[in-house]
């Protein structure tokens, strides 16, 4: 069976510092990759999503940048948080869109 | 106009009882459709597909209405476990899917 992992659940990190979340799926093939982010009480804003290595598109144009250096591998980045990137971030897989995503269990990042 | 929009509630309903979300959409080619749900400080999870007929899972149906543009989420014999945060989604057959900000549950004893 399929499965997403992410991590860290959790991150305080200060304004200014670098960040690296990580999300890799298992058990499947090329899958299409997204991250997403939900502030407090919001809904979900698409930051990026990936149909294969290499291959990002960005939806949100601000500080933070992802790569897909392998097939199952998708990495949301910063190199100098903002206090607005405080949030839970979330990342996402399906094969086909018609079948809904599966979401990680989401990182809550609050920059201090 | 947001692309996917819902009641954000919240409901706030008792045990047993019958309760109905709406959510309209403004992007006609919207192929296909989702509830999901999510659990406080938790990931969403996927709760229904709605296609075009829509479609029942146990206490739970989904309905899509494509002339007006919206789709419904009907809960029978609510339960204390019910609550959380219901979201609607479109996808227009490309790679991105649009999430609504969502519909708060709340089920009392």
């Known amino acids: 069976s399929q499965t997403i992992h992410q991590w860290p659940a959790t991150l305080v990190q200060p304004v200014g510092s670098p960040l690296s979340l990580e999300c890799t799926v298992e058990?499947?093939?090329?899958?299409?990759l997204y991250w997403y982010r939900q502030a407090a009480g919001r809904g979900l804003q698409l930051l990026f999503y990936?149909?294969?290595?290499?291959?990002i598109s960005s939806e949100v144009p601000q500080n933070l940048s992802a790569s897909r250096p392998q097939d199952r591998q998708f990495i949301l980045s910063s190199k100098k948080l903002l206090l607005s990137d405080s949030g839970f971030y979330l990342c996402?897989?399906?094969?086909?869109?018609?079948?809904?995503?599966?979401f990680g269990s989401g990182t809550r990042l609050t920059v201090v | 106009r947001k692309e996917v929009e819902q009641d954000p509630g919240p409901f706030n309903v008792p045990e047993g009882a019958t309760v109905a979300f709406n959510c309209t959409y403004s992007?006609?080619?919207?192929?296909?459709f989702f509830w999901y749900r999510q659990d406080c400080r938790k990931e969403p999870k996927l709760l229904m597909s709605?296609?075009?007929s829509g479609n029942e899972d146990g206490r739970f149906t989904a309905q899509l209405n494509r002339a007006s543009q919206y789709i419904s989420l009907l809960i029978r014999d609510s339960k204390l476990s019910d609550s959380a945060t219901y979201l609607c989604?479109?996808?227009?057959?490309?790679?991105?899917?649009?999430f609504g900000a969502g519909t708060r549950l709340f089920v009392k004893a």
């Open positions: 990936s149909v294969g290595i290499g291959q």
């Open positions: 989604v479109g996808h227009t057959g490309g790679f991105k899917t649009i």
């Open positions: 709605v296609y075009s």
């Open positions: 992007n006609s080619a919207s192929q296909s």
């Open positions: 996402a897989w399906t094969l086909d869109s018609r079948s809904g995503y599966t």
């Open positions: 058990g499947t093939s090329n899958p299409n």
